[in-house]
T-cell receptor
């Protein structure tokens, strides 16, 4: 069974569109995250949620809106997509303590035409 | 502020040779450190972690890393490279207490020559 699953794996769309990425984890973790990996492979956190509450918001444009309907799900909605949003977006989950590793999904590759 | 520096964006070794990937960190508090591996078109997989206790940490696939506080380093090694080790490797430090985040280094691409 996949521990952290994201859908879709690939997303190709045009500038100005709105799109969503879904994430689910079956590890029983309380905390979930979204990371962005740019074309140079650099990884940066965007958001984290603990038990459905937003904990970290790393100065991400408000076109990005995460939503956590329950602690096993964390979705990412992006409005008015821009060329610079092209990247791979990773969902992750972990226990709530900083000595516990994060478990990552396989990523969603977003390409803006 | 915590940060991670990985020296060398690309490291190339021959199959069977020693692998050494360098990671230095900056942290105002005792750090928790992680190494992750990313294979093409896949997510990140945990190789190993240092939290407390023994400074030499063993991970999966024959990798190990040593935490050296005096050098603020956490270098990753493997005695003998295998073709299947070719991937991107990321060092990371955790920041925060509860609901923490990971600060990643810029990654090192490991190339293994036959």
């Amino acid at each position: 069974d996949t521990a952290v699953s994201q859908t879709p794996k690939y997303l190709v769309t045009q500038m100005g569109n709105d799109k969503s990425i879904k994430c689910e984890q079956n590890l029983g973790h309380d905390t979930m995250y979204w990371y962005k990996q740019d074309s140079k492979k650099f990884l940066k956190i965007m958001f984290s949620y603990n038990n459905k509450e937003l904990i970290i918001n790393e100065t991400v444009p408000n076109r990005f809106s995460p939503k956590s309907p329950d602690k096993a799900h964390l979705n990412l909605h992006i409005n008015s997509l821009e060329l610079g949003d092209s990247a791979v977006y990773f969902c992750a989950s972990s226990g709530q303590y900083s000595n516990q590793p994060q478990h990552f999904g396989d990523g969603t590759r977003l390409s803006i035409l | 502020a915590q940060s991670v520096t990985q020296l060398g964006s690309h490291v190339s070794v021959s199959e069977g040779a020693l692998v050494l990937l360098r990671c230095n960190y900056s942290s105002s508090v005792p750090p928790y450190l992680f190494w992750y591996v990313q294979y093409p078109n896949q997510g990140l997989q945990l190789l190993l972690k240092y939290t407390t206790g023994a400074t030499l940490v063993k991970g999966i696939n024959g990798f190990e890393a040593e935490f050296k506080k005096s050098e603020t380093s956490f270098h990753l090694t493997k005695p003998s490279a295998h073709m299947s080790d070719a991937a991107e490797y990321f060092c990371a430090v955790s920041v925060g207490d509860s609901s923490y985040k990971l600060i990643f280094g810029s990654g090192t691409r490991l190339l293994v020559r036959p």
